[in-house]
């Protein structure tokens, strides 16, 4: 798994999962902003069709991670990929519908099912 500041980052085939590693306050947006030309380089290698983001260690976040999800999902969207968020916490769903970010991305409750309905969607084997 690649590590950045604020991310560890994965690919299972040709799904980038992106988990960032703890809470994410806007005060520690220097750090997420310096890992974000990385992460935008992930997602526009030809290996990557599909963009995982787990946020099963994430008890806390603000704008600036939903800047950044924002940013990546667009840029995925215009390679004809699909972004979906896992493991989120109450607290990290009821934020991402205040911002209404659920009618955008589809939401699993764990990285497995993510990653299992985006290989049926693909048309692959079950990666289990």
Known sequence: ????????????GTTLVIAPTGPVSNLGAHDMLSDVGSLSTLVQ??????VVVDMEKVTFFGSVLLG???SL?????QR???????GLTQVGGEVIHATRFDT????YP???EALKALA???GLANTE
């Not at 798994?1 to 299972?12: S, Y």
């Open 68 to 70: 950044v999800l924002n």
């Open 110 to 112: 764990s990285r497995r």
């Open 45 to 50: 290698s030809d290996t990557c069709r599909n």
């Open 1 to 12: 798994m690649g590590k950045l500041r604020m991310f560890d980052t994965v690919f299972e």
């Open 80 to 86: 004809q990929g699909r972004f979906v968020l896992c």
């Open 73 to 77: 999902s667009k840029q995925i969207r």
């Open 120 to 122: 049926e969607e693909d």
């Open 104 to 107: 955008l991305w589809p939401i």
